[in-house]
């Protein structure tokens, strides 16, 4: 298995972007959709699972990985690689996430620009960096380690934002840019996430969209907030809520998107309700300029 033992190191070519296959509309796997998820088979794409849930599986878990393996694309994405640990990487995470990504060889995998471990104590959520040259050196080694461990390409999620540094350094698409430009990584950029920092720091998510990379927005994620007096809050658990549609609208016009999941966790509803927002995110795909 090619990286299961860290240190033996993959050489790999600068990826082909463009050439990466376009997986369409899908959605965050979660343990509720799996008995009503087949019969809606023909409507969902592919699924993007939290590798966290499959790392030495119990026999459960493996054979659930292996069905939805069997009957779906699948995009691994990590919640703890914690890219942004001035420490470095966990090396146990590193091996187990490595070892399912090459198991599964997917199209490309994801995980978070942030971290979730400082000081070896495990904080529990994602954490954003400050946008400075000292964060882009930490990143920089993680995000080489990761790519010794596997040959598949690497795309990385922005988070949403409840603090910003005085030391920042970059503006957000700048600071995204360089993620991706010095690490040869592309982006899933999370709209909601985008839509939320942009009300609650007040900055125009257009222009941010301007900057970005052309070649590098690969997959996106999108789910509805809620508003807790003046604040958005990305609680995964409502319909998408307007504005983040008309968002979505603007990043799928000017970026050659490979895949878009909706992500639920909270207050699930019925599938068929989800299928309708996969339906006008398959709209707005096939209607892009």
Known sequence: MVGAVEGAVVV??????????????????RAPFRHSLFPHQSSVDFLEVIADHYFEPSPHRRTELELLHSNFPLIPHGLALSLGSAEGLDSEYLRLYSELVNQ?????????????????????????????????MVLRENIRRLKDMTDVPVVLENITENIRFPEDQFSDADFLGRVCDENDVGLLLDV???????????????????????????????????IEGDTWVDSHGASTQEEIWQLLGEVVSRFAVRGIILERDEHI?????????????????????
Request: charged share 20%; aromatic share 6%; with cysteine.
């Open 12 to 29: 790999a070519a600068k990826c082909e972007w463009s050439k990466l296959p376009a997986l369409g509309v899908g959605l965050g796997y």
């Open 269 to 289: 509803p019925p599938i068929e309700d989800l299928i309708q927002e996969l339906d006008r995110a398959r709209e707005i795909m096939r209607n892009r300029s």
């Open 104 to 136: 599964l060889q997917p199209a490309w995998c994801s995980d978070h620009i942030a971290f979730t471990r400082a000081g070896g104590i495990d904080i529990g959520h994602l954490t954003p960096l400050p946008k400075t040259s000292a964060s882009l």
């Open 192 to 226: 909601t996430n985008l839509f939320i920092n942009s009300v609650n720091h007040r900055f125009d998510p257009l222009e941010v969209l301007e900057r970005l990379p052309l070649d590098r927005v690969i997959q996106l994620h999108f789910v509805g907030g809620h």
